[in-house]
């Protein structure tokens, strides 16, 4: 199971930081991923971290948002700032085989494992 928590209500600007607890698997061994569905319904890749600690952000994140993980608390972290008001969005949590190109990291249809979302809301 994913357990994500840590959205909010926000100015623009200002910071959050989400938490997505892993139990029942051992995060460090899945690509983990970070993924928003806008008020739209328009869903996008935020960020993925891979078994190895490497890292993937898009590009309309890079700079405000990092992804990291902690393995003692089997967590991974989206820490993100500079926050705007087209971030507002439902973020998920998931999980998927690590085995997978770079490239493939956005497709959320490959994830196996996800967890329920957290509101973040940016107003301006």
């Known amino acids: 199971q994913l357990q994500a928590c840590g959205g909010g209500l926000v100015q623009a600007g200002g910071s959050l930081r989400l938490s997505c607890a892993a139990s029942g698997l051992t995060a460090s061994r899945y690509l983990m991923g970070w993924f928003r569905q806008g008020p739209e319904g328009e869903h996008e890749f935020v960020a993925g971290?891979?078994?190895?600690?490497?890292?993937k952000h898009a590009d309309s994140v890079k700079g405000r948002f990092t992804i990291s993980r902690s393995n003692l608390k089997n967590t991974v972290y989206l820490q993100m700032n500079n926050l705007k008001p087209e971030d507002t969005a439902a973020y998920y949590c998931?999980?998927?085989?690590?085995?997978?190109?770079?490239?493939?990291?956005?497709?959320?249809?490959?994830?196996?494992?996800w967890g329920q979302g957290t509101q973040v809301t940016v107003s301006s």
């Open positions: 971290i891979s078994a190895g600690g490497s890292t």
């Open positions: 998931a999980a998927r085989n690590n085995l997978v190109l770079t490239g493939d990291w956005p497709l959320r249809n490959e994830y196996r494992y």
